[in-house]
């Protein structure tokens, strides 16, 4: 199979497990935005042909709330800050009355966004993905708990949700809805009007 046939099932099939919605078939997805993304020059985005448009992503890019107003913040305070963008990451679905407003972020600088803050610690959507995949079950099972981020993601697990998904996951979905909306403009057939 070619890169770009790869390519176009790999995003048809994250498509379907967003849909599908259940927590275990959002964690399955971040093993297909791995490969889709994250995998350096070995990953599909980078394989296919992309001659035709600019890849980039259309989001909501916020910073944190302790970067927007750090007079609100002690260090100590920033220590039980928590802070998820959530659907606000995707203007397709954030609430529009809220001070939004939107971009679009080249690739590096959609895989750099801080999308959660917890405990001190910035996740990029990079970080958020190769995590899911490598220590929670996406592809490997390899929990680590004396690894800090690894027991902070544990932490927002059990203390936050969002409907019926941790809101971690709830986080990747929204990214996963990001990455086949603006990416659907890279399948042979594209499905996705352009902006």
Known sequence: MDAQKLFDKTLD????KLKKGDEYEILMSSSLLRKLLVDGE????CQIDKKKRPLRFFVNAREPLHKRIPTLFTDKDLLIYTW???DGLNPDT????????PVWLSFDDFLQQVVIFANGEEITIKELIKHLSDKEGGVHMQRREFEEKNQMM????????????PAVLSTLKVIGQIVVRDLALFKDEPTAPQR
């Open 94 to 101: 954030a609430n529009k009355e809220r001070d939004y407003n």
């Open 84 to 86: 998820f963008p959530l």
């Open 42 to 45: 070995n990953s599909l985005v």
């Open 13 to 16: 099939d994250l498509s379907a």
């Open 154 to 165: 544990k932490e927002l697990n059990e203390r936050f949700g969002v409907g019926n998904l």
